[in-house]
């Protein structure tokens, strides 16, 4: 089956697919996939029957439209290609979290766990230091600490 981009709310991409998927399953429609790329901002992607897409996301919050040309999942596959980033950090490398509940702040590295892709920093900016763990690809290095 094809696939069609939907046009939705930019940054209400995953409100629309949870109310799409909710009402496929209660109204038994023929929706295979719904794809959601991270670096296409305002549109989803749905394989399926086009006449059940248009009955799936009539009335749907933050769907802006259909485009009824048919695409192939094939220009979509650079997108759902994972990235592999590679990150070289060290102990004592001040880093800056740029994503999450510590977003902003900075932090001294204490641990790098390179298979779990995890980085143990102290904070910097506190009165206390506090150790916190991070997904890597949330760390940014600033500089390179003395060691």
């Known amino acids: 089956m094809p696939l069609y981009a939907i046009k939705t709310v930019v940054g209400r991409e995953n409100i629309a697919i949870d109310a799409i998927a909710t009402r496929a399953q209660t109204e038994k429609l023929l ?3 719904v794809l959601r790329p ?3 901002k ?15 996301v009539q009335a749907v919050p933050h769907v802006r439209g259909i485009i009824k040309k048919a695409m192939d999942v094939k220009e979509l596959q650079r997108f759902l290609q ?14 800056e979290v740029i994503g999450g509940p510590f977003k902003g ?5 204490t641990r790098y766990d390179k298979v779990k892709r995890e980085v143990t920093l102290e904070l910097l900016d506190v009165a206390v230091p506090i150790p916190i763990t991070v997904n890597v690809e949330f760390i940014k290095l600033l500089e390179r600490g003395e060691g």
């Open 105 to 109: 702040e900075r932090g001294r590295v």
């Open 31 to 33: 929706i295979n996939i």
């Open 82 to 95: 994972p990235k592999k980033v590679e990150v070289e950090l060290s102990v004592k490398d001040v880093v």
């Open 42 to 56: 305002g549109y989803i992607f749905i394989d399926g029957d086009l006449t059940d897409i248009e009955k799936v």
């Open 38 to 40: 991270e670096e296409i």
